[in-house]
Every structure is written in C-alpha cells, then in structure tokens.
C-alpha cells in the first residue's frame, strides 16, 4: 500500500506467525539495496542486505527478496516476536545516494 | 564509540534563532550522512561527507542549512534562521568507506522543534 501523510502501511500479525513486508522501489539503475528497522524514538537500525545480481538473501529470521522485472522488494521475518514490531523501511541505494520508502509499521500481538 | 552519536537528543528553539547538531560518527568511518525525518516518513538525504570534504549536498533544502566536518571526523550540521518547517528529527549515519555499497549505521537524531 501507499502512504499518505501520518498514515503509514501497517501489518498486524500474531506472535509466531510469519512476516511479509513489501516495498516497490523507483530505479531501475539502483544496485543495492537495503532493510532498516526503526524502532519509536530510535534511528534506522541495519537488518539485511542485497545487491542486483541476487534475488534473495537470507539472515537470522529474515530473507530479502528481490524482483528487478517489476521492482519490488520484501523482506520476510520468520516466526515474528514482540520485540519485531517496529516500523521497517526499505531503501535503495545508488552511488550514495540513498531513498528511502514511507515504510510499514509492523505489529506483532502476543 | 561503539556507534554513531549525536547531540543533542532534543533541541526545542523559536522561530529565526540558528541551531547546531552534532554528529559523532563511528570511529574510523571516513564517509558520513544527514538525514531528515518528518513524522511518518522516511529519511530524506541532506547531505554526504567523504573525509573533510561534502562530497554531495544536493539534499540541503536551502542555503540556511550548512554543514561542517573540518576533521573528517566530527559533524555540524547548522541551520540558520529556524523556521516551524524545519521541525524533524535530524539524523546521522556513516559507514566505514564511501561507495553505494556500503551499509550505513544511524545514530539516535536529534529532534528539533521549532516554535
């Protein structure tokens, strides 16, 4: 979904269930990109990675997925704890120059 | 330190007074970032410093924004003249070289609000 204004994407799940957050992004020359978790009253705190040339990487709990075709990325956490919810920005990344998405707050209810 | 840092936490001022954020970045990461973030929104790019230099300021909205790093260490970001508009949190990030692959590590922002 989009955001417009105070009125971020929002995913309510319930503990121990698995995530799925999406992001569509604008470049087609972006080369990198990137998952930050920002927790309230926090900066952006670095969750995982990926470069063009893969399409899907995986972490402790996360993987990222990639699709150039039709720019999309998401990231998907496993078995989702309380300590999950955040808000989570996707970001690509091209020659420094880094744009974020409006991000999603993810809810996770015990 | 052990991350990046940033002072102060808060900072409330009126409208036309100048304020000054501090940056401390990660030690030994040569490249360093602003951010500003408006509620509900993601970070917006103000500008890039590689070593002492801004290697990119193409994110600064006008020119009562400025940024210093005299020793390519340290940052100030300045901003002259306040407006209520210029309210956000204002954030920090360097990572260890320059180059579009590399991960950027945040600090905590300082949110400033201006009445």
């Known amino acids: 979904g989009e955001s417009v204004g105070l009125h971020l994407p929002t995913l309510s799940v319930q503990e121990g269930d698995n995530s799925i957050i999406n992001c569509a992004y604008s470049?087609?020359?972006?080369?990198?990109f990137i998952w930050y978790k920002q927790e309230s009253g926090k900066g952006p705190q670095f969750i995982i990675d990926?470069?063009?040339?893969?399409d899907k990487r995986q972490g402790q709990r996360v993987t990222v997925l990639l699709n150039k075709t039709v720019k999309h990325l998401s990231l998907q956490i496993a078995a989702t704890q309380p300590g999950d919810s955040a808000v989570y920005f996707c970001?690509?990344?091209?020659?420094?120059?880094?744009?974020f998405g409006a991000g999603t707050r993810l809810t996770v209810k015990p | 330190g052990a991350g990046v840092s940033q002072t102060p936490s808060n900072k409330v001022t009126e409208k036309g007074k100048y304020v000054e954020l501090r940056c401390d970045p990660i030690?030994?990461?040569?490249?360093l970032y602003w951010y500003r973030q408006s509620l509900g929104q993601g970070p917006e790019f103000l500008i890039y410093?590689?070593?002492?230099?801004?290697?990119?300021d193409s994110g600064l909205p006008n020119d009562r924004f400025f940024a210093v790093r005299p020793e390519g260490s340290v940052s100030t970001l300045k901003i002259q003249r306040t407006e209520r508009g210029d309210s956000a949190v204002y954030l920090c990030?360097?990572?260890?070289?320059?180059?579009?692959?590399?991960?950027?590590?945040f600090g905590p922002g300082t949110r400033l609000l201006v009445l």
């Open positions: 990030a360097s990572s260890l070289n320059p180059g579009g692959h590399e991960t950027q590590y």
């Open positions: 470049n087609s020359a972006s080369d990198y």
């Open positions: 990926i470069r063009s040339n893969m």
């Open positions: 970001a690509e990344n091209r020659n420094n120059d880094m744009r």
């Open positions: 030690s030994g990461h040569t490249a």
């Open positions: 410093f590689q070593g002492t230099g801004a290697a990119d």
